[in-house]
């Protein structure tokens, strides 16, 4: 009986023991996981003519952005069935042509979109990343874009929007 208490305690102890690393180890890893968090810098990385790597701040993005990115012929209508005979019942469709006429390439162009009430008054907000439809927006570019919005029924028509 004593020889089986002290395996018992032999046993004990070894997963005690093995507990102990088990949360040393995970201490540790989750330690490098957030100073690897920490190190990643708030830069966004810009692929310029396929070759040559620069480094944009989200500040500077934000500059380009407001500087040479333009959407065209934006509006808000009917998602219509693949047939084209009938909208899709819930859904409206956000589309027009976003330009880069800068001398960069972008992998970030988000456009905002306030749909508003017949009152003027805005219902909802939707962001949607007009680089990423088609990979990165190469300098010059000129690229269509559609997306899909949930569609309320106060929806007057008419809605604000945003580059960023």
């Known amino acids: 009986m004593a020889a089986q208490r002290g395996r018992s305690g032999a046993v004990i102890a070894f997963v005690f023991v093995i507990a102990g690393?088990?949360?040393?180890?995970?201490?540790?890893r989750g330690r490098d996981?957030?100073?690897?968090k920490e190190k990643v810098p708030t830069q966004f990385?810009?692929?310029?003519?396929?070759?040559?790597?620069?480094?944009?701040?989200e500040e500077e993005r934000l500059a380009y952005v407001k500087a040479h990115i333009r959407v065209d012929g934006l509006e808000i209508g009917p998602n219509m069935?693949?047939?084209?005979?009938?909208?899709?019942?819930?859904?409206?469709?956000?589309?027009?042509?976003?330009?880069?006429?800068?001398d960069k390439t972008v992998d970030r162009v988000f456009l905002h979109v306030y749909p508003k009430d017949e009152a003027g008054k805005v219902i909802g907000s939707h962001i949607e990343n007009l680089a990423r439809k088609g990979g990165l927006l190469?300098?010059?570019e000129k690229r269509d874009f559609a997306f899909t919005i949930p569609d309320k029924k106060e929806f007057g028509g008419e809605f604000d929007h945003q580059i960023k």
């Open 21 to 28: 690393m088990l949360l040393a180890y995970a201490y540790f």
């Open 33 to 36: 996981v957030v100073d690897a």
């Open 45 to 57: 990385v810009q692929v310029d003519a396929g070759t040559a790597v620069v480094k944009m701040s």
């Open 81 to 102: 069935k693949p047939d084209g005979d009938a909208p899709v019942p819930g859904l409206l469709e956000v589309r027009g042509t976003v330009f880069n006429d800068g």
């Open 138 to 140: 190469d300098p010059g």
